[in-house]
T-cell receptor, first 116, second 110 residues
Framework: GAVVSQHPSWVICKSGTSVKIECRSLDFQATTMFWYRQFPKQSLMLMAT?????????EQGVEKDKFLINHASLTLSTLTVTSAHPEDSSFYIC????????????FGPGTRLTVL | GEDVEQSLFLSVREGDSSVINCTYT??????LYWYKQEPGAGLQLLTYIFSNMDMKQDQRLTVLLNKKDKHLSLRIADTQTGDSAIYFC??????????FGSGTKLNVKP
């Protein structure tokens, strides 16, 4: 089956620093990738839709200058949390949709971000 | 986003059947999905159903869709301890955005 990886799997950083999270589709091309945020014991909240070669589409209430998304190739999307603060601590999950598919998304294992 | 609702907890004994329920609000949903999340891990797609279907069976899993009532259920036959996890239902509209329920934590007692 299709595999999506994320790196790093967990990261601890100081307040004010920036953190980059990578999402890769390992065995398929993904024109579209999605970034979600999950708080403890809560559901996934869609943050943005990342399209290869174009600007990401952000959901209402998500600061695009805070969460920078770059989808430079058909197998890689990155999420950079800029000037991270403790309230940005969360579990970030990406998913990728196979190019030309009818909707199935494959999810990465998630990245646990802790901002001190 | 759209409202997708699930009950928060379900506890069953090993060997029994589990039924996890989900309701959604948007009648234009094209696909409805069930995902499984184990502690500290990402989401694993279990099964999905096209919105013009009533039922889909895949080994121990049976999905029932009542489109009139906007009700989706996942039945796990012969539930095992390894099935303990959080189960999310999700709907997609136009194959793009996914809206997830809050998740049902399934606890399987030996």
């Amino acid at each position: 089956g299709a595999v999506v990886s994320q790196h790093p799997s967990w990261v601890i950083c100081k307040s004010g620093t920036s953190v980059k999270i990578e999402c890769r589709s390992l065995d398929f091309q993904a024109t579209t990738m999605f970034w979600y945020r999950q708080f403890p014991k809560q559901s996934l909240m869609l943050m943005a839709t990342s399209n290869e070669g174009s600007k990401a589409t952000y959901e209402q209430g998500v600061e695009k200058d805070k969460f920078l998304i770059n989808h430079a190739s058909l197998t890689l999307s990155t999420l950079t949390v800029t000037s991270a603060h403790p309230e940005d601590s969360s579990f970030y999950i990406c998913s990728a949709r196979v190019t030309g598919s009818v909707g199935e998304q494959f999810f990465g294992p998630g990245t646990r971000l802790t901002v001190l | 986003g759209e409202d997708v609702e699930q009950s928060l907890f379900l506890s069953v004994r090993e060997g029994d059947s589990s039924v996890i329920n989900c309701t959604y609000t948007d009648s234009s949903s094209t696909y409805l999905y069930w995902y499984k999340q184990e502690p500290g891990a990402g989401l694993q797609l279990l099964t999905y159903i096209f919105s013009n279907m009533d039922m889909k069976q895949d080994q121990r899993l049976t999905v029932l869709l009542n489109k009139k009532d906007k009700h989706l259920s996942l039945r796990i036959a012969d539930t095992q301890t390894g099935d303990s996890a959080i189960y999310f239902c999700a709907e997609s509209i136009n194959f793009n955005k996914f809206y997830f329920g809050s998740g049902t934590k399934l606890n399987v007692k030996p």
